[in-house]
T-cell receptor, first 117, second 117 residues
Framework: AQSVTQLDSQVPVFEEAPVELRCNYSSSVSVYLFWYVQYPNQGLQLLLK??????LVKGINGFEAEFNKSQTSFHLRKPSVHISDTAEYFC???????????????FGQGTILTVHP | DVKVTQSSRYLVKRTGEKVFLECVQD?????MFWYRQDPGLGLRLIYF???????EKGDIPEGYSVSREKKERFSLILESASTNQTSMYLCASSFGHRGTSGTYEQYFGPGTRLTVT
């Protein structure tokens, strides 16, 4: 089984400041890792994903994340945030083995990012 | 563009009513999922389906059932709605068969906010 912990439930930040949203996971098998974003009154949208290869993954809207296997972390970063980045962000994992997973995701609790002018 | 639509954005039902939430995807995806989203708990998987007429329980199936009679449509049924089922319900879909679903992202609908009074 997998579990995901997002270490901050809320992150307030000023516009143009850098931000890091933290995600740690636990799994007995290798995993794929995902970050999704949910803007107010909308469904979830994929920001980026780590499947294999380079541990630094770039996504949409200037976000990037770094996979750290030894620390079982997948933190999301952006060097300069905009008001429009205000949203809830979810980290998720999925086993990368076959079997009966059918692509099921395990989500973290979510981090609400609020960008102030 | 992948599109996942849900029949209602907002729904208000009375305790004891039978409730149907409908989800339709237009990308011929094999896998479909129902989640509920609650503040501080993230997304939790209720049921998923990997083929027509096939379904498997997720992490919190109690009080729910599902139906998938056609590939594009996945219904969530609350047999007798209770106040603790007041929540946001999100449907998602993805490509992939057993053992091959891991790399594919899930696409989400806009959600149905259900209130049971």
């Amino acid at each position: 089984a997998q579990s995901v912990t997002q270490l901050d439930s809320q992150v307030p930040v000023f516009e143009e400041a850098p931000v890091e949203l933290r995600c740690n996971y636990s799994s007995s098998v290798s995993v794929y890792l995902f970050w999704y974003v949910q803007y107010p009154n909308q469904g979830l949208q994929l920001l980026l994903k780590y499947l294999s290869g380079s541990t630094l993954v770039k996504g949409i809207n200037g976000f990037e994340a770094e996979f750290n296997k030894s620390q079982t972390s997948f933190h999301l970063r952006k060097p300069s945030v905009h008001i429009s980045d205000t949203a809830e962000y979810f980290c998720a994992v999925r086993p990368n083995a076959g079997g009966t997973s059918y692509g099921k995701l395990t989500f973290g609790q979510g981090t609400i990012l609020t960008v102030h002018p | 563009d992948v599109k996942v639509t849900q029949s209602s954005r907002y729904l208000v039902k009375r305790t004891g009513e039978k409730v149907f939430l409908e989800c339709v995807q237009d990308m011929d995806h094999e896998n479909m999922f129902w989640y509920r989203q609650d503040p501080g708990l993230g997304l939790r998987l209720i049921y998923f389906s990997y083929d027509v007429k096939m379904k498997e329980k997720g992490d919190i199936p109690e009080g729910y059932s599902v139906s998938r009679e056609k590939k594009e449509r996945f219904s969530l049924i609350l047999e007798s709605a209770s106040t603790n089922q007041t929540s946001m319900y999100l449907c998602a879909s993805s490509f992939g068969h057993r053992g091959t679903s891991g790399t594919y992202e899930q696409y989400f609908g806009p959600g149905t906010r259900l209130t049971v009074t």
